[in-house]
């Protein structure tokens, strides 16, 4: 299963962050199922990105449930990470976007973002990604990445 969150640069710190991530991990097993869950944090540069004509302070926590998983389990689980999120964080309550969306309807959107690029340009986002990712992921424990650098 896989999840990929989007915040903004210095807006949570790499302490908040590997809080963040553990109670995620949590939540889901305790809500959804312990399969191994691949968090992905897309860090956006400062002023990258709007939110009510303001520069943003938003976040966004997206991830993948099996498919046909049961409506008020699924909004028990959204809650949850919510109030833990903005515990964390402190952050208004309109500036946290949880989603759980079905995992076929998820991988759709992804390869939907893919298919809109050339070949060579997928191939160039996907090994920035990756490669961005496991060099945070060895030296932070975490996989971060800047998707619009």
């Known amino acids: 299963m896989r999840s990929l969150i989007a915040i903004q640069e210095g807006q949570i710190s ?18 959804i199922c312990d399969d191994k869950l691949t968090i992905i944090w897309n860090v956006a540069a400062k002023q990258h990105t709007i939110t009510d ?5 938003s976040s966004t926590v997206s991830m993948e449930v099996p498919d046909g998983f049961e409506t008020q389990r699924r909004e028990a689980f959204m809650l949850e990470v919510d109030k833990c999120w903005r ?14 969306f079905d995992q076929s309807r998820y991988g759709d959107i992804l390869k939907g973002n893919l298919r809109r690029l050339s070949p060579w340009g997928r191939f160039t986002y996907l090994f920035k990604l990756f ?10 424990g975490v996989l971060i990445t800047q998707f619009n650098q």
Do not use: C, F, N
């Open 131 to 140: 490669s961005r990712a496991m060099i945070s992921k060895m030296r932070h």
């Open 14 to 31: 790499l302490e908040q962050i590997k809080a963040l991530e553990e109670v995620v991990r949590k939540l889901y097993a305790e809500h």
């Open 53 to 57: 004509r303001r520069w943003s302070r």
């Open 87 to 100: 515990k964390i964080t402190g952050q208004h309550p309109d500036q946290v976007s949880v989603g759980a």
